[in-house]
């Protein structure tokens, strides 16, 4: 089938400014060179710490900020070919949702009324349907039409991320990039909003990109992972690759702070030193270097290239597999 999105070869450069007249003096390759090709249907998480470039990548996307480089395919539509108000009738199919909705949503706005004003805004629904549409919604993200003569802070943080939800999904999307969306919230509240996804993944036929820095979420709803460093994809693989058989360093030392409940699934603990470098002043050769446990002389020279190892599996680093 055709891919829902093919992100390739995409770049976004910040410029660096300093001094009194706030001259460019650098740049910071927040994201450098990634690629992605996300089938129907299929939930792809996207992980590393922050700093990694993993939000800019989601916000490039969907066109929230414009790209340096690289293309950006929807359902085969290029998206930075499109003009306004084609970009305009495509955006209700690519929604993002994102860590806080408390931060997004109008304290002195109705939920409901906050829910059904995308559907005013795109004009998707006669009027007069809007509300049976909001509380279909609010029913399909575990919330009911006693809610929607609410105000956002009468809801606890999983309500408001329902909200969130429900905003995104009453536009139909075919394609979520959820940013962070349950890191937030208390452990008992995230297996509640993951299994949400998971529902309305099979009830309304969604894709995801799902952005965390926390591994253990993304083995529970995704398919496939890639894994970024300063900007550059380290690893990509099914879950269940990742997860059995990590090749970088870079993800090994992230998998081995997963507690896991299998004892002889035990992973040898990895720590990593110091901090991720900033990305304005990025090491040479593989940028994991200055923290990689195994690394070799030639890791500082040589930029290690994403190489197919088999199986969907790709991995940038200089070790044997
Ligand atoms: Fe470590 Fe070298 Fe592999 Fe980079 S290329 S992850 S420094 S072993
Ligand atoms: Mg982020």
Redesign the pocket.
Known sequence: PEPLLEVSHLKKYFPVKSGLLQRTTGQIKAVDDISITIQPGETFGLVGESGSGKSTVGRTIIRLTDKTDGEIKFKGTNLYDLHDHELRKLRPKMQMIFQDPYSSLNPRIRVGDAIGEALLDHSLVPKDEIRDRVIEVLGSCGLSSYHIDRYPHEFSGGQRQRIGIARALILNPDLIIADEPVSALDVSIQAQIINLFRKLQETAGLTYLFISHDLSVVEHLCSRVGVMYLGSMVEMATRDEMFLRPL???TKALLSAVPVPIPRLKRERIILKGDIPSPANPPSG?K??TR?P???AK?KERT?EFRDVGGGHFVA???EV
Request: aromatic fraction near 20%.
């Open positions: 970088h360093p870079y593989c994991f270097h990689c195994f690394a070799m890791c290690p680093c200089h070790l």
